[in-house]
């Protein structure tokens, strides 16, 4: 039995790679601190560790095969955050002789993302968080060049479904569903790139065991699901069967209120991906790992709105 650790098993993405390894057969540990450890998915060990602790850290990933950094600060914390985790979370890596496994985003393209993006296409750090994650995935190369820590980065869309809330399904799109009111936050005909978190960990768990056969250091787009706001919202109908009323997000008063609060000054900064169609190409994936999991839009919304309980239990989907 092959054993990951997962930093962050707590979280979204935490949560959903630990049940798709503990489906896959792996032996999942997760690292959590304080009361988090309580709320991990059944069958995972949990281990306290802090991610600010190097040693405490490595300790925690001793025995591992794979290291999955799912670590996911707040979004007003990144600046001093993100890459000082990645620091110690690659040592701990090292010291396990594991392989380290991170989900990537669209970030590290800017204000240059297009559709059908690949994984050799330009970065470029329009944003602080586009600068961000391009520093990281650098420091993970050069980790990978000069001392031989195998690192697999998965890129993919905007997260959403699973069994944890806080992404923009929740929070934007469909936090109104009581009231039949879908929210877009950008123009109903550009296209978007999702990755709807159970098939995003399948496809970990296949990067996984097939490292082997792959580089020090690898990064790979997941396509997951590409799809306009009129195409979203045809899905969410179907899923629910009943129509809904769009709405928009008042980004000058988002704007505005980021002035005073900084998460919505962050949420702001980021608005350019719901203005610019984007996607990813997964064709690289396909070909040196396998067809990557994928559950059809309107079967993956109807499962997240269940599982989050968006919807008022009278007018669920059965």
């Not at 392989?99 to 393209?109: I, K, S």
């Not at 996984?208 to 109908?237: I, P, S």
């Amino acid at each position: 039995m092959q054993t990951i650790v997962i930093l962050g098993a707590a979280g979204r993405i935490g949560d959903a790679a630990a049940r798709a390894f503990l489906d896959a057969g792996w032996r999942v540990k997760g690292v959590a601190r304080g009361a988090k450890g309580a709320a991990l998915a059944p069958g995972v060990e949990a281990v306290q560790a802090d991610a600010f602790d190097r040693e405490a850290l490595a300790a925690a990933c001793l025995g591992a095969d794979i290291v999955l950094n799912a670590l996911n600060p707040a979004y007003t914390e990144w600046e001093e955050k993100v890459l000082p985790m990645a620091e110690n979370v690659v040592f701990a890596a090292e010291r396990a002789g594991a392989t380290h496994m991170v989900p990537g985003n669209v970030y590290n393209f800017g204000y240059g993302i297009g559709l059908a993006m690949t994984e050799d296409r330009r970065q470029v750090a329009s944003t602080p968080k586009a600068r961000i994650r391009i520093a990281m995935e650098e420091l993970f190369a050069a980790r990978a060049r000069e001392r031989g820590v195998r690192t697999i980065v998965l890129r993919a869309g905007d997260f959403y479904g699973g069994q944890k809330p806080e992404s923009w399904l929740d929070i934007f799109i469909l936090a109104k569903l009581r009231k039949n009111i879908f929210t877009w936050p950008g123009p109903m005909d550009v296209p978007h790139a999702f990755a709807y978190l159970p098939d995003l960990a399948r496809a970990f768990v296949m990067a996984a065991e097939n490292r082997a056969g792959l580089a020090n250091f690898e990064r790979f787009h997941v396509a997951g699901h590409t799809l306009t706001g009129a195409q979203f919202k045809a899905a969410t109908e179907r899923a629910l069967g009943r129509p809904l009323t769009r709405r928009g997000v008042p980004w000058t008063l988002v704007r505005a209120g980021g002035l005073f609060v900084p998460l919505l000054r962050e949420v702001a900064a980021m608005s350019y991906l719901w203005r610019t169609a984007h996607s990813l190409d997964g064709g690289r994936f396909a070909r040196l790992i396998g067809p990557e999991p994928t559950t059809e839009p309107a079967t993956a919304i109807g499962q997240a709105i269940a599982d989050l309980d968006l919807d008022a239990p009278r007018r669920r989907a059965a």
